[in-house]
């Protein structure tokens, strides 16, 4: 599953390369550069990259013709629903962390909570 908070190093190319999709760097339909100029571009070992372009083709946001290469999906609804629980994770991330600080202040400058 592509998470967004992952320390693994391939997690994190992964959802590099899903916010170049979000973004229209690569548009749906359209061919990924290889293994190895992925990897090389963001300076990682192609087996690291490897597995990045894995967790994607599992999400089904790449689909890889064996003969010419990987495509992103064409699936437009698909991508839409993928950005949509990014987004989601992204905020309860936030509010985990915003939690993490205690509750507000109150009006009388002391700090109200548990």
């Known amino acids: ?5 992952s320390t693994k190093r391939y997690n994190q190319l992964a959802v590099d390369l899903l916010k ?9 339909g359209s061919k990924l550069p290889s293994t190895r100029e ?4 963001a300076g990682v070992n192609p087996n690291t990259m490897q597995r990045a ?3 994607l083709q599992d999400e089904k946001i790449l689909i890889k ?4 290469g990987r495509y992103v999906t064409t699936d437009i609804q698909h991508l839409k629903n993928i950005r949509n629980r990014m987004l989601e994770q992204i905020k309860q991330n936030y509010q985990e962390e915003i939690r993490s600080y205690g509750n507000e ?3 009388d400058g002391t700090i109200g909570g548990k």
């Open 65 to 68: 013709q064996s003969t010419t």
């Open 38 to 41: 992925l990897a090389k571009q």
């Open 105 to 107: 202040f109150e009006n």
């Open 53 to 55: 372009l894995q967790v």
């Open 20 to 28: 170049k999709i979000l973004n229209r760097h690569y548009l749906p």
């Open 1 to 5: 599953m592509l998470r967004q908070d």
